[in-house]
C-alpha cells in the first residue's frame, strides 16, 4: 500500500492544522493506522493509532485532548486533527500501515508541521 501525507504548515501556537494520510494500492479497510513525528536528531515517536475498522483509538500522553485520529476508510484516507498546538508539536509527521498485529510496515514520506511560539 502506498500512503501520501499532506496537511503540514505553519501555525501560531494555539492554532489547528488538520494531517490527511491517502492509501493507495491495497484494501484500506484491512490495515491499523498510525501518525508518528520526528524531530531531526530525535527519535520517531508515535503520536496516534486507529484500527482498521475504525473503533478505536489510542494516543501518546502529550497530546491526549488535542489530537483527534479519525479514518474514513470509503475514501481511503485518514485524519489528525490537531489543536490547541504548541512549539513542541513542531516535527515531521508520518503516516503508517500495519496489516493486522504485524508491527507498521507502510510509511508515508511525511509532512512537516511547524509551530511558532
Known amino acids: 500500500v502506498q500512503l501520501q501525507a499532506s496537511g503540514g504548515g505553519l501555525v501560531q501556537a494555539g492554532g489547528s492544522l488538520r494531517l490527511s494520510c491517502a492509501a493507495s494500492g491495497g484494501t484500506f479497510s484491512n490495515y491499523r493506522m498510525g501518525w508518528f513525528r520526528r524531530v531531526p536528531g530525535n527519535e520517531r515517536e508515535f503520536v496516534a493509532g486507529?484500527?482498521?475498522?475504525?473503533?478505536?483509538?489510542y494516543y501518546e500522553d502529550s497530546v491526549k485532548g488535542r489530537f483527534t485520529i479519525s479514518r474514513d476508510n470509503a475514501a481511503n484516507t485518514m485524519y489528525l486533527q490537531m489543536n490547541s498546538l504548541k512549539p513542541d508539536d513542531t516535527a515531521v509527521y508520518y503516516c503508517?500501515?500495519?496489516?493486522?498485529?504485524?508491527?507498521?510496515?507502510?510509511w508515508g514520506q511525511g509532512t512537516l508541521v511547524t509551530v511558532s511560539s
Open positions: 486507529i484500527s482498521s475498522n475504525g473503533v478505536t483509538s
Open positions: 503508517a500501515a500495519g496489516y493486522g498485529s504485524v508491527p507498521y510496515e507502510y
